[in-house]
Structure formats: C-alpha cells, structure tokens
C-alpha cells in the first residue's frame, strides 16, 4: 500500500525506532511499512495517524483501481 509514513517520519526527525516505541511495534515493522512490503492493521493506520496528528488517509493510499 503507497504510504506517507517515511515523508512524516522524517519531517519530524524521528528515526524508525523512535516511531516504533511510540506506536508499540518493532524497528522492523515500520522499516516494512513504509519500503510497503506490510500493510498495517487497521488499529496500528490509526495509531501511526493519531501519533501526525493526522487522518488515516494522510499517511495511506491503497491506490485502488
């Protein structure tokens, strides 16, 4: 799924492991999120948007045809 995640992330100067721990995930997970090779849950898109202060559909584009 395209995503917004590394362009947020960076804007803020925080690094892959920071985001993790704020959002309870691993280095590994959000490193996969945004090179988008896993798709996040439901629960995790609206933590990750709750932590940019922004919508769901700010940071994911499923792109559907």
Same mark, same amino acid.
């Given at each position: 799924?395209?995503?917004?995640?590394?362009?947020?992330?960076?804007?803020?100067?925080?690094?892959?492991?920071? /985001?993790?721990?704020?959002?309870?995930?691993?280095?590994?997970?959000?490193?996969?999120?945004?090179?988008?090779?896993?798709?996040?849950?439901? *629960? /995790?898109?609206?933590? /990750?948007?709750?932590?940019?202060?922004?919508?769901? *559909?700010?940071?994911?584009?499923?792109? /559907?045809?």
């Amino acid at each position: 799924m395209n995503n917004a995640l590394r362009q947020r992330r960076g804007d803020v100067g925080m690094s892959q492991a920071d /985001l993790a721990a704020a959002v309870g995930v691993t280095r590994q997970t959000i490193n996969a999120i945004e090179r988008e090779r896993y798709d996040p849950s439901l *629960e /995790l898109a609206f933590k /990750l948007a709750a932590h940019f202060d922004c919508r769901v *559909e700010d940071l994911f584009d499923p792109a /559907l045809d």
